[in-house]
T-cell receptor, first 116, second 116 residues
């Protein structure tokens, strides 16, 4: 079945350390790819997006993500996390086979905890 | 530019009642999508409207319905509420009808519905 997977339910990182959150998808064609962040009690904020072109994408708040077609992955990275980055992170995918008639499908999320 | 607004932010209803949630998109955005977020099922797509027409629908029972007005504001209605309808309901707006304009979505803060 077509899906998007975030293998890590919960990650704990020290403040100032680097971060990588994993996202894998299982669609045949190159999809549209997104990362969203959700703070407690809030809606989702778009961090970055990939539609086509350069596979390394820069987003807001110092985040970046790299699309790797061979690995069907779109991992989110940040070189140095801040306590304010503690939140839940969602990868989202739109299958590339029929843009316009597909819905945005979300992964199950990764909860990020930052320790001092 | 003002973001997506949702009203009310919190709602408590009793089983069997019905509820209407409201969403005002970002100015100029013509597409509105609705999502249900629960701890068990995660983020699930409900439906998407563009120019007052429902264009896409998720796998929810007919008790869940929506509509969009000429000013792009949208409402969703849930009739005969069940305990399992307790969730955060998120609205997202985007610019266009297809492609990148449709899928680059901006979310509101959500309406927290509790059914007792």
């Amino acid at each position: 079945a077509q899906s998007v997977t975030q293998p890590d339910i919960h990650i704990t990182v020290s403040e100032g350390a680097s971060l990588e959150l994993r996202c894998n998808y299982s669609y045949g064609a190159t999809p549209y790819l997104f990362w969203y962040v959700q703070s407690p009690g809030q809606g989702l904020q778009l961090l970055l997006k990939y539609f086509s072109g350069d596979t390394l994408v820069q987003g807001i708040k110092g985040f970046e993500a790299e699309f790797k077609r061979s690995q069907s992955s779109f991992n989110l990275r940040k070189p140095s996390v801040h306590w304010s980055d503690a939140a839940e992170y969602f990868c989202a995918v739109v299958p590339g086979s029929n843009f316009g008639n597909e819905k945005l499908t979300f992964g199950t999320g990764t909860r990020l905890t930052i320790i001092p | 530019k003002a973001g997506v607004t949702q009203t009310p932010r919190y709602l408590i209803k009793t089983r069997g009642q019905q509820v209407t949630l409201s969403c005002s998109p970002i100015s100029g955005h013509r597409s509105v999508s609705w999502y249900q977020q629960t701890p068990g099922q995660g983020l699930q797509f409900l439906f998407e409207y563009f120019s007052e027409t429902q264009r896409n629908k998720g796998n929810f029972p007919g008790r869940f319905s929506g509509r969009q007005f000429s000013n792009s504001r949208s409402e969703m209605n849930v009739s005969t509420l069940e305990l399992g309808d307790s969730a955060l309901y998120l609205c997202a707006s985007s610019l266009g009808r297809t492609g990148t304009g449709l899928y680059e979505q901006y979310f509101g803060p959500g309406t927290r519905l509790t059914v007792t």
